[in-house]
């Protein structure tokens, strides 16, 4: 009897891709990579899953975002417009095809607010269609073209999500708010994430006199308040200042206060690491600090600092959207998340219009989706 032939009962079927089916063959598995092995486990977990397509669609959204927005993101309409109404039935029955009613101004007043009375117009359907055109824009900022991934046949507004108070899509401005915001959260991160590992394996692996000092430094910068600081140190930059500017501020003051957790837990990891007997093995035979830490321990130390860069993205868009949302982070012209929920803050302007709060769907779906993709690697890398 072979040796597959003993194992194989014992084998889930979905891991009988181990089993070397080669004849002949005198293993009993097939050699694979350490990110094969990470990728057959993360493909199990269903919210793992959702997560990456999330995070993909998200992505791709943000890269092409001109392409996704049906309506050009600065082009002023009708002030507080209600979603358009989407349907498949007009007065003249069943259609084919999507249509949208336009929204318009009715002559009559609102006896509350003694505004317009906005509504769709059931008398002009217009159709919805893909691969549309409508306004000019540059592809990944190099390729001129006018196509749109939907919008209304006749090149007409088409307001998914309604529109804000200065009459501006609130669909389009998401798609192209999540460009800075994304932008914002992964450059912080990826500060972080080189300031705290080095840091951490560096102060862990070193020890003595070295790491108590480092670790008193890393006390003193999480011992900060730190909204307050953020609040403070935003305030001293002039408003005349270029956003530039302000957004490079507001990034690395994130940078500076949010590396020392990473740190400390870099560097517990790294001092259990140095114990291991491989580790001391290649001190032994006088193998350099240099490639202990990048040969032996930095690629063990990595998997955690994966996972929090994952969990650290949804925390730095959290931070980003309400610090825009108190107007302490993106400035017009350029458009956030944060930026978009400045129109929630009047209670009045949100119980008649509630639409205005579709920019916290974005925020939503981003944070769902970087935090769903960490719990998936998590349980995929983590070895326990």
């Known amino acids: 009897m072979s040796e597959r032939d003993i194992f194989a009962p014992y084998v889930k079927e979905e891991d009988a891709s181990y089993l070397d089916t080669t004849p002949g063959a005198s293993r009993f598995a097939r ?66 095809r999507p249509v949208t009613f336009p929204t318009e101004e009715s002559t009559e007043l609102d006896p509350i607010t003694f505004q317009p009375i906005i509504g769709p117009d059931y008398g002009n359907p217009r159709p919805i269609g893909f691969f549309v055109e409508g306004y000019s824009y540059k592809l990944l900022g190099l390729i001129p073209s006018n196509t749109h991934l939907f919008g209304t046949g006749d090149g007409k507004p088409f307001h998914l999500l309604g529109t804000d108070k200065l ?35 560096i102060s862990g692996y070193k020890g003595g006199r070295f790491d108590n000092w480092v670790q008193r430094v890393v006390e003193v910068v999480l011992a900060f308040p730190q909204l307050p600081l953020y609040l403070t140190l935003a305030t001293l930059i002039p408003v005349t200042a270029p956003t530039s500017v302000f957004l490079a501020f507001v990034v690395i003051v994130m940078a500076a206060l949010g590396w020392a957790q990473l740190s400390r837990e870099v560097r517990g990891k790294t001092m259990a690491l140095a114990r291991i007997e491989y580790v001391r093995a290649a001190q032994a035979i006088g193998a350099s600090d240099t490639r202990v830490v990048f040969r032996h321990i930095l690629p063990n130390v990595l998997s955690h600092v994966i996972v929090a860069v994952t969990i650290g ?18 400035k017009p012209p350029l458009i956030s998340w944060g930026l978009m929920l400045q129109d929630t803050g009047n209670f009045s302007v949100l119980g008649s219009y509630p639409w205005i709060l579709s920019p916290v769907g974005f925020v939503l779906l981003a944070v769902f989706a970087f935090n769903a993709l960490g719990d998936g690697l998590r349980d995929a890398i983590d070895p326990y």
């Open 167 to 201: 009459g501006r899509d609130i669909f389009s401005r998401g798609v192209v708010g999540s460009r800075l915001s994304l932008v914002i959260a992964l450059t912080t991160v990826a500060f972080i994430t080189i300031v705290g590992t080095s840091i951490g394996i």
């Open 31 to 96: 050699n694979e990579s350490y990110l094969t092995l990470v990728w057959r486990k993360f493909r199990r977990s269903v919210t793992g899953m959702i997560g990456l397509v999330l995070v993909g669609l998200l992505a791709l959204g943000a890269i092409f975002a001109d392409f996704v927005a049906p309506v050009e993101p600065k082009q002023a309409n009708i002030a507080f417009a209600p979603p358009d109404k989407v349907s498949f039935f007009t007065k003249d029955g069943f259609s084919f």
């Open 313 to 330: 993205i949804p925390t730095i868009i959290l931070l980003e959207s309400f610090l825009g949302f108190l107007g302490f982070a993106v």
